[in-house]
């Protein structure tokens, strides 16, 4: 167990819904990362939020969203989906904003739009 | 932004032999570079990082070493055993990483 949760573990859903995946970081830490990593592709930065404010945002579509509420968790809302939003998300915390500490990765989110 | 690049994308050794991933990034401001091992269907795991102020780093059978004048970095593993078999990613970056693409790594035994 990494410290980092992540639910649910699966998720199919159809075409044009909207689905929210969690995320709990590790003790401690402040930063919370999301990334998509789709069949046999690297991993692709979405956002982070520090503190519950947004701090970067990367390849993130205009249909999904985040945030990061006060007891630091996050929330991946993703809307309006299509057959290619088909990946596994990950969530990643780190102590601070700045790297350096390394992140801590949680188990994903394996979504499966059909 | 920062852009990383991994070379190679696979990678095939025999048990015992070294195996050597190698990785570019094009923002002089990056100042961390972590290395991450995900195994099939499972989270990346961090194995190894570096600091721009440290020119090498080794940890058992796993090294890394940083040019930063270059602006390369590279993963060497030693005793390569099956275990090693997984996926590499290298990353740079310094308020969040980019990933590079992966190295899929099979030690054949």
């Known amino acids: 167990d990494s410290g980092v949760t992540q639910t649910p573990k699966h998720l199919i859903t159809a075409t044009g819904q909207r689905v929210t995946l969690r995320c709990s970081p590790r003790?401690?830490?402040?930063?919370v990362y999301w990334y998509q990593q789709s069949l046999d592709q690297g991993l692709q930065f979405l956002i982070q939020?520090?503190?519950?404010?947004?701090?970067a945002k990367g390849n993130i579509l205009e249909r999904f969203s985040a945030q990061q509420f006060p007891d630091l968790h996050s929330e991946l809302n993703l809307s309006s989906l299509e057959l290619g939003d088909s990946a596994l998300y990950f969530c990643?915390?780190?102590?601070?904003?700045?790297?350096?500490?390394?992140?801590?990765f949680g188990s994903g989110t394996r979504l499966t739009v059909v | 932004g920062e852009n990383v690049e991994q070379h190679p994308s696979t990678l095939s050794v025999q048990e015992g032999d070294s195996a050597v991933i190698k990785c570019t990034y094009s923002?002089?401001?990056?100042?961390?570079f972590p290395w991450y091992k995900q195994e099939l269907g499972k989270r990346p795991q961090l194995i190894i990082d570096i600091r721009s102020n440290v020119g090498e780093k080794k940890d058992q059978r796993i090294a890394v070493t940083l040019n930063k004048t270059a602006k390369h970095f590279s993963l060497h593993i030693t005793e390569t055993q099956p275990e090693d078999s997984a996926v590499y990613f290298c990353a740079a970056g310094y308020q969040k990483v980019t990933f590079g693409t992966g190295t899929k790594l099979q030690v054949i035994p």
């Open positions: 990643a915390s780190s102590p601070a904003t700045s790297v350096g500490y390394g992140y801590t």
């Open positions: 923002d002089s401001a990056s100042n961390y």
């Open positions: 003790s401690g830490d402040l930063s």
């Open positions: 939020y520090y503190n519950g404010e947004e701090r």
